[in-house]
């Protein structure tokens, strides 16, 4: 009755592994193809910041996804103790991972209210310096966001780092690099006409409401099949003679 249990978890825990490993190349695939593809579907992503780094996100979600089915499969199917506590080991640290990630976010919940960034932005966010990375990181979110400033416009004012730096320009360069301003860029610099860009809190919370509820079910998913997996994984463990 014992060596059919063992049996039997050693071949769900196989399948289930088998799939994850699929997942990961099918990942890695794709992530692959999106930098090397030579259609021009590369320099689409590389002009998006948001884009090029969702490349990178999927290339390592991909190599971790196939390194587990890889070792869970093999540890499965050759009852490898080495193997199936390699892979216990590694799924155990994903999830402590996940698990310090969302008690930091917890913690310090009150570093992503508006004030806050409004604060840093008005202190740090120099303009055009590409090799600030508070600047930078800035630039890429407004242009990915069709957004200016965390509120509107209206934060880059008289005490505003970047206003002290740049006395002749009202708002950033990224803020007037839009078709629909309706105005030349050079009145946009110099603030003439109101720029009808909004916050880049209101966009960015905009853009991932719709995503928050799915990410927090997947995320639940996701912890719940590492657990299973860390179960499986020990059964096999101790099974083994």
Same mark, same amino acid.
């Given at each position: 009755?014992? +060596?059919?249990?063992?049996? =039997?978890?050693?071949?769900?825990?196989?399948?289930?592994?088998?799939?994850?490993?699929?997942?990961?190349?099918?990942?890695?695939?794709?992530?692959?193809?999106?930098?090397?593809?030579?259609?021009?579907?590369? *320099?689409?992503?590389?002009?998006?910041? %948001?884009?090029?780094?969702?490349?990178?996100?999927?290339?390592?979600?991909?190599?971790? %996804?196939?390194?587990? +089915?890889?070792?869970? =499969?093999?540890?499965?199917?050759?009852? #490898?103790?080495?193997?199936? %506590? $390699?892979?216990?080991?590694?799924?155990?640290?994903?999830?402590?991972? *996940?698990?310090?990630?969302?008690?930091?976010?917890?913690?310090?919940?009150?570093?992503?209210?508006?004030?806050?960034?409004?604060? *840093?932005?008005?202190?740090?966010?120099?303009?055009?310096?590409?090799?600030?990375?508070?600047?930078?990181?800035?630039?890429?979110?407004?242009?990915?966001?069709? =957004?200016?400033?965390?509120?509107?416009?209206?934060? $880059?004012?008289?005490?505003?780092?970047?206003?002290?730096? #740049?006395?002749?320009?009202?708002?950033?360069?990224?803020?007037?690099?839009? #078709?629909?301003?309706?105005?030349?860029?050079?009145?946009?610099?110099?603030?003439?006409?109101?720029?009808?860009?909004? +916050?880049?809190?209101?966009?960015?919370?905009?853009?991932?409401?719709?995503?928050?509820?799915?990410?927090?079910?997947?995320?639940?998913?996701?912890?719940?099949?590492?657990?299973?997996?860390?179960?499986?994984?020990?059964? %096999? $463990?101790?099974?083994?003679?």
């Amino acid at each position: 009755m014992e +060596g059919d249990c063992l049996s =039997c978890i050693k071949y769900l825990m196989f399948i289930f592994n088998f799939f994850i490993f699929l997942g990961g190349a099918f990942l890695l695939g794709v992530g692959i193809w999106v930098l090397v593809d030579p259609t021009g579907f590369r *320099e689409i992503v590389a002009a998006n910041p %948001l884009l090029f780094t969702g490349v990178y996100a999927i290339l390592i979600m991909g190599g971790m %996804l196939f390194l587990l +089915g890889f070792l869970g =499969c093999c540890g499965a199917i050759r009852e #490898n103790k080495c193997l199936l %506590l $390699f892979f216990f080991m590694l799924i155990l640290i994903i999830f402590l991972a *996940e698990l310090a990630v969302a008690i930091l976010a917890f913690i310090f919940r009150e570093h992503l209210t508006r004030d806050y960034f409004t604060k *840093e932005l008005k202190t740090h966010y120099q303009g055009t310096n590409s090799t600030d990375v508070f600047t930078s990181t800035w630039n890429a979110i407004m242009t990915t966001f069709d =957004c200016c400033g965390v509120n509107s416009a209206e934060d $880059f004012d008289d005490q505003s780092l970047f206003r002290r730096l #740049n006395p002749s320009r009202l708002v950033p360069e990224v803020c007037c690099q839009r #078709n629909h301003l309706m105005m030349s860029k050079e009145e946009c610099l110099k603030g003439i006409m109101p720029i009808p860009n909004k +916050g880049c809190y209101s966009a960015v919370v905009d853009y991932f409401e719709t995503y928050i509820y799915m990410a927090g079910a997947l995320a639940i998913v996701v912890l719940t099949i590492e657990l299973f997996a860390m179960v499986f994984a020990m059964c %096999l $463990f101790r099974g083994i003679q």
